[in-house]
Nanobody, 117 residues
Framework: QVQLVESGGGLVQPGGSLRLSCVAS????????MGWYRQFPGKHRELVAT???????NYADPVKGRFTISRDNAKNTVNLQMNSLKPEDTAVYYC???????????WGQGTLVTVSS
């Protein structure tokens, strides 16, 4: 019984920055992996970045060097710092949480990021 809530999306100019946050709540769970995904119109959801409970990170090639994922285990929170944003980053961003066995507890509701002049 886990719920994830994202926040921080909005409109930003090209070259600007935005910080997304996702908070997990509930009881009876242990989160091993948290991640961020994004979905473009008419496309399937694709991986952006993941982070383990031990702070091991992984990034998709299009965001390497520009995005940084971090987490606070005590607060069950994962963040995504997005710098040097491009119009092609425009998408709905979702967070997720998984157990060590690979079970996905939940998806967040999504937050829209729009990069435009």
């Amino acid at each position: 019984q886990v719920q994830l809530v994202e926040s921080g999306g909005g409109l930003v100019q090209p070259g600007g920055s935005l910080r997304l946050s996702c908070v997990a709540s509930g009881s009876g769970f242990s989160i091993y992996l948290m991640g961020w995904y994004r979905q473009f119109p008419g496309k399937h959801r694709e991986l952006v970045a993941t982070i383990t409970s031990g702070d091991i990170t992984n990034y998709a090639d299009p965001v390497k060097g520009r995005f940084t994922i971090s987490r606070d285990n005590a607060k069950n929170t994962v963040n995504l710092q997005m710098n040097s944003l491009k119009p092609e980053d425009t998408a709905v961003y979702y967070c997720d949480a998984k157990s060590v066995s690979g079970l996905r507890y939940a998806w967040g509701q999504g937050t829209l990021v729009t990069v435009s002049s």
